[in-house]
C-alpha cells in the first residue's frame, strides 16, 4: 500500500525510497515486531479469559508437558496479524504472488483456528478430523499451485526446477499442480508436526522464511539470476516483503513463546505459517531447495511416518515417543536443550540451501 507513496516522488526525495524493495522489507519487519510487542499482552489476556483451561495436553506425552497445563493456545493470531498487516501495509498489492502467499496463509490459518478451537471447546486433543484438514488444504494447495502457474514464464511453466543441476528441468506438466499441492500441504503439516515445544518451531520458521526471502529476491531480479545462473521469476522479488513481515512477526511472537511460553501458537499458527513456506517455494520454483531448507521439519514428518509405519507392521516402536523431539525428551534432555539444538541445526540447513543458489 505504501509504494503508492512512490507517486509523490519525482525522481528523488524520501518518498523514492518505496520504490526499493529492500527499504520496503526494513519497514515491514519492523511494522510487524511492534505489531506483535503492542498486542500480545492484549491478546494473551484475552486467550486466557475465554480458555480457560487453555490447550488440552496429551496424556500420553511426555511427563514435563503435565506442568503446562492452564496456557491458552490460538498464538499464532498474533504472527498471523502482524503478517497479515505488515504485508498490506509494504508490499505492492499489484504483484499476484504476495497474493498467492496471503491466500495460501490466510486459509491454512482460518483451518488451524477451526482445529484450536474445537480442541478447547470441547477440552480434547482431537479438533477438526484429519480427512477434513487434509481435504480443505488439498484444496486450497490447489487453487494456489494453479495461480502461481498462471504467472511463472512460459518457459518454466509445469516445471520442476533442480539446485545444483541449473540447466536441467523436470516436465510435469499438469502433474505440477499436484506436485505443488503435495508440497505446500506437506510443509504445512511438518510445521505442524515440529510445534510441539516451547520456541521450537517458530524460530525454524522464521531461519527458513528468511532463506526464501532471499531466494525469490535473488530469484526476482535478472542480474542477480544471471550472475548465481539460476531460472528467472519476474515478481518473485516482492516475496521478501512478505518474509520479512515473517520474521518480525515470528520474533515478536518468540518474546512470549520462548520457555515457558505464556501462549502456544497452536494450528492457527503452525499450518498457516507451514502452507506459506510451501507456497513460497512454489511460487519461486524452488520446491526441492524447501526440503533443504526446512529439512527439520522434513526429519520431524518422517519420524512420525516411520513411527506409524513400523509399528503397524511390527507391532514395536523405532522412537521413544514421535514427534522425534519427544523422544530426545523421552532420553531425559531437557526442553531448551532439545530447542537450542534444533535451532542450530535449522540455521546449517538454510546455510547449506542457500549455498546451492551459487553451487554448480
Not at 221 to 234: A, G, I, S
Not at 236 to 252: M, N, P, R
Amino acid at each position: 500500500m505504501l509504494y503508492w507513496l512512490t507517486e509523490l516522488s519525482d525522481g528523488g526525495g524520501a518518498f523514492n525510497l518505496f520504490r526499493y524493495i529492500t527499504f520496503r522489507a526494513g519497514g515491514a519487519f519492523l511494522t510487524a515486531l511492534l505489531f506483535g510487542f503492542l498486542f500480545g499482552p492484549p491478546l494473551i489476556n484475552v486467550l486466557r479469559l475465554r480458555q480457560g483451561k487453555g490447550q488440552p495436553i496429551r496424556t500420553d506425552g511426555p511427563e514435563t508437558h503435565f506442568t503446562k497445563a492452564g496456557t491458552p493456545t490460538m498464538g499464532g493470531l498474533l504472527i498471523v496479524g502482524a503478517l497479515l498487516t505488515s504485508t498490506m501495509l509494504w508490499a505492492r498489492l499489484d504483484n499476484p504472488f504476495v497474493w498467492m502467499v496471503l491466500f495460501v496463509t490466510m486459509s491454512y490459518a482460518a483451518i488451524g483456528f477451526a482445529d484450536d478451537y474445537a480442541k478447547v471447546s470441547k477440552q480434547t486433543s482431537a479438533g477438526l478430523s484429519s480427512k477434513m484438514r487434509l481435504l480443505l488444504g488439498f484444496v486450497i494447495a490447489g487453487i494456489a499451485a494453479y495461480w502461481a502457474s498462471l504467472f511463472h514464464p512460459p518457459e518454466l511453466t509445469g516445471n520442476l526446477a533442480l539446485p545444483v543441476f541449473k540447466d536441467t528441468l523436470i516436465h510435469l506438466g499438469v502433474f505440477f499442480v499436484p506436485f505443488a499441492m503435495i508440497v505446500i500441504v506437506g510443509a504445512a503439516n511438518a510445521v505442524n508436526l515440529t510445534d510441539g515445544l516451547d520456541g521450537l518451531a517458530i524460530m525454524p520458521v522464521m531461519i527458513a522464511g528468511g532463506t526464501l526471502g532471499i531466494i525469490a529476491y535473488a530469484v526476482g531480479r535478472v542480474d542477480f539470476t544471471e550472475y548465481l545462473e539460476v531460472h528467472y521469476v519476474p515478481g518473485t522479488g516482492e516475496i521478501l516483503i512478505f518474509c520479512a513481515a515473517l520474521f518480525g512477526g515470528g520474533l515478536g511472537f518468540l518474546w512470549y513463546n520462548a520457555p515457558p511460553a505464556a501462549v502456544f501458537m497452536g494450528d492457527t499458527g503452525s499450518l498457516a505459517l507451514g502452507g506459506a513456506l510451501g507456497a513460497i517455494a512454489v511460487a519461486t520454483k524452488h520446491e526441492i531447495v524447501l526440503a533443504i531448507v526446512g529439512g527439520l521439519f522434513v526429519v520431524e514428518a518422517l519420524s512420525v511416518i516411520i513411527q506409524v509405519f513400523y509399528f503397524k507392521r511390527t507391532g514395536k516402536r523405532v522412537f521413544l515417543m514421535a514427534p522425534i523431539h519427544h523422544h530426545y525428551e523421552k532420553k531425559g534432555w531437557a526442553e531448551p536443550q532439545i530447542v537450542i539444538r534444533f535451532w542450530i541445526i535449522a540455521l546449517i540447513l538454510a546455510m547449506i540451501g542457500l549455498a546451492t543458489l551459487k553451487v554448480r
